[in-house]
């Protein structure tokens, strides 16, 4: 199954992620919206490799806040986000961190 958000089918969600429990805790919730999670493990070196391959196999992505300083990538969520939106690419922000950095 897929959702239609503003005229554009979304079958496939790309979950940028690097806690692997909360990586797999977004795929569930996306299950239950009806779409299929792509849990994307990395580690991610190059923002641009990542975006080629979003682009190629999903229809959105869902990106923490956080992603540097794990070696999950050498960019965070903003940047990813960013660049996604950039390309006209359907891509959420989200963080459980409480404080401002």
Request: overall charge negative; glycine content about 8%.
């Amino acid at each position: 199954m897929a959702l239609l958000i503003a005229r554009r089918t979304i079958g496939r969600v790309a979950v940028v992620e690097d806690d692997p429990a909360s990586r797999e805790s977004y795929g569930y919730v996306l299950e239950d919206a009806g779409v299929t999670p792509l849990l994307e493990d990395g580690p991610f070196p190059d923002i641009g490799g990542l975006i080629e391959h979003l682009l190629a196999k999903a229809d959105a992505a869902l990106c923490d806040y956080r992603l540097r300083g794990s070696g999950y990538a050498t960019f965070n969520g903003d940047e990813l986000a960013a660049c996604l939106y950039e390309r006209r690419f359907p891509a959420m922000l989200c963080t459980r961190f409480m404080d401002s950095d």
